[in-house]
């Protein structure tokens, strides 16, 4: 006689920043929930890792946005005090650019419609007030106090830490090798085990698409480097001397974050290189034109930064065309349901997107504004076709 398959109430593939999330927001909720993960807990190999995340609430991509980074900046806080550890840091932040600049008009237009504490500043001002930057004339700063950063694995680690005080069953090392409807739920096979479930959250970042090939989703992955420098005048660059910092300049848009767990200034160039890979065989290693794009924004912008290579990492993008994040209901099977595509300014929002997604779980909708996140939006886009249908 065949032994019965272990039942959940929902399973949740991918456990790093929305996966650890949504499992922790269902376990608080009284449901059963397992979390797969087909690498460690915390890990490097996908894209919540790198010891810092940027978080901010003058949100320039869309004015959509702000009610759910307000939500997440109470939920890392909630966070905080479950994990009794300092989870969110609040260090303020530069968006940098000319006049016209995305990141600039929209973070400014941002602070204004949603009334948010910012001030701006010239370039003469920025330089005085944070010596560890040399910006041109030409330049401006939208200051936003409340701006800071998040520690991505530490992050991951307090969501699963207290889903499993609160009854969630979370296994690393496990990866999903096939899901299938089974009556009104599911069936998930693994290389350990099978299990079934009412329910099924696909949180898989960069292997997203490989689960849910029949949809053809118009993803993209691409490949980032990160990288720390050692300052020639490291009190310039610590936690309290110096904020956040996005910059737009000829060279590309830079993220920045002051020193903090690695004896180096952090900087990574949005879409790196521009290289489309397969999660599965991504360069991980580097090369002189990866150190190089990086280099070039601290010798003109912070050439007190420009000292030795403390550490290089590379990390994954998952994009969207419109580079919005997907959270919805398999347009099929109604007990699936997808959040991904962090399209590289994710991480921040985890906290909330896990509140959505276990609110579509176990009720089928949500309070909270989502439609800019829907399927519907890629109907007739197609993308080439997977080379599998699992991570």
Known sequence: MAATKRHFDVIVVGVGGMGSATVYHLAQRGARVLGLEQFGIPHELGSSHGHTRIIRQAYYEHPSYVPLLLRAYELWQELETAADEQLLFITGILNIGASGTFNFEGAWRSAQDHDLPHEVLSADEVNR????????????????PLGGFLPPERC????????????????????????????????????????????????????????????????????????????????LFQVGRLPVIGLVGD????????????????????????????????????????????RA??????????????????????????????????????QVYLASACSGHGFKMTSVVGEVMADLALDGETKHAIDLFRLARFAGATTAPATASTR
């Open 129 to 144: 007030r944070y010596p560890a930057c040399r910006l041109p004339e030409e330049m401006r700063a939208l200051y936003e």
């Open 297 to 334: 924004f601290l010798r003109r912008y912070f050439p007190l930064a420009d000292g030795p290579t403390m550490q290089l990492k590379v990390c994954m993008f998952t994009n969207t065309p419109d580079e919005h994040f997907i959270l919805d209901r398999h347009p099929e099977w109604s």
């Open 156 to 235: 991951v680690v307090a969501h699963v830490e207290q889903a499993i005080a609160a009854g969630a069953e979370v296994h690393g090392h496990e990866a999903v090798t096939d899901w299938q409807p089974d009556g009104g739920g599911v069936r998930v096979t693994t290389t350990r085990d099978t299990y079934l479930a009412d329910r099924l959250v696909l949180t898989a970042g960069a292997w997203v698409g490989r689960m849910l090939a029949d949809l053809r989703l118009p993803l993209r992955v691409e490949r980032q480097v990160l990288g720390w420098f050692q300052p020639q005048e490291p009190e």
């Open 251 to 294: 060279e590309g848009y830079a993220y920045c974050t002051p020193v903090y767990g690695v004896p180096g200034f952090k900087i990574g160039k949005y879409h790196h290189r521009s290289e489309v890979v397969d999660p599965n065989t991504v360069n991980r290693t580097f090369d002189a034109e990866d150190e190089e794009l990086l």
